[in-house]
């Protein structure tokens, strides 16, 4: 045989080998694991409650309307509140008023000033030409300047507590408006209003359910998969669905293929299935699931098989 048919030999030998590696490869590190029982369940959903006690003067939404995220919903009367909230405006401006005048502190500390200079004049009168000024009324301008002294501490005293009653009525402010804000039902997220329990003109008591929201544009997949198939790698995996069409399940395509991404493996094993609970956040904005379907669903892995 010729060198360079022996040489094609082994290139296209090697060629073969590699190209059987590479499948192997695929088929060991490539792989699909299929979870079984999976439903489709809601993660955003709330049911949104009175929080202060009131007519509801308006509901704003309907069953089946779509809202954006901190839409009024609701509303419970607040007239009081609104009172309250217009009271305590007042008494904050008055309060910053009273703290930004400081003729009091200014007043004692030019009293104590003068106060000093009559009693070091006296005290220097007495040092030229001995007994000018009395020991009495050294004694008058010395107590004096100990009372002036101890008004500028009280001036300066009423002014740090002035500040501290701006800071006693902006916190009284913030409460007034909370009574405001709570009497305002908003929506927490972005979906839709798929109940009203009450009506307006009806009376509401905290922690009375008023509405219900739910949101769709994410769903959780959840199901479960044999505690032989979970490994750390399974947490984060990319997954594929299939929605059942009656009681067979659909093909899909690459490009209507429905996807998502594990976030949840459960830590505990059921003891008599031998199975573990997992569930997918799925992205939904096309809208083409809904909660409570019944789906397929197969987790993308990257680890070969626990033997």
Not at 134 to 139: E, G, K, L, V
Not at 284 to 289: C, P, S
């Amino acid at each position: 045989m010729k060198p360079f048919e022996t040489m094609h030999g082994v290139n296209f030998y090697c060629s073969i080998v590699a190209l059987l590696c590479a499948i192997n490869f695929h088929a060991v590190f490539a792989r699909e694991v299929e979870v079984q029982s999976v439903i489709l369940r809601l993660i955003d959903e709330a049911e949104i409650p009175a929080q202060q006690a009131g007519v509801l003067t308006t509901i704003d939404v309907h069953e089946g309307q779509q809202v954006v995220q901190g839409a009024l919903l609701a509303q419970v009367d607040d007239q009081l509140a609104r009172t309250a909230e217009r009271t305590a405006e007042i008494e904050l401006e008055a309060a910053r008023d009273k703290a930004a005048n400081d003729v009091g502190l200014r007043y004692a500390t030019k009293a104590h000033q003068v106060a000093k200079a009559e009693l070091q004049r006296s005290e220097e009168s007495n040092k030229r030409s001995p007994k000018t000024v009395s020991q009495s009324q050294i004694d008058v301008e010395q107590l004096a300047v100990e009372k002036t002294s101890l008004e500028r501490e009280q001036a300066e005293l009423d002014t740090a507590l002035e500040q501290f009653q701006v800071l006693l009525h902006e916190q009284q402010l913030e409460a007034a408006r909370l009574q405001i804000t709570q009497r305002q039902l908003r929506a927490p997220f972005a979906g839709s209003v798929v109940e009203v329990y009450v009506r307006a003109a009806e009376w509401v008591e905290p922690g009375e359910q008023v509405l219900r929201m739910v949101a769709i544009d994410r769903l959780k997949a959840e199901g479960f998969v044999p505690v032989e198939q979970v490994g750390p790698q399974l947490a984060g995996s990319p997954v594929r669905l299939a929605p059942y069409a009656g009681d067979q399940f659909q093909s899909t395509t690459p490009e209507a293929e429905i996807s998502g991404k594990v976030v949840f493996v459960s830590p505990e094993m059921d003891p008599i299935t031998k199975q573990v609970r997992i569930w997918a956040e799925i992205d939904n904005a096309a809208q083409r699931l809904r909660p409570g379907q019944r789906v397929q669903m197969w987790v993308k892995t990257s680890a070969p098989d626990v033997p």
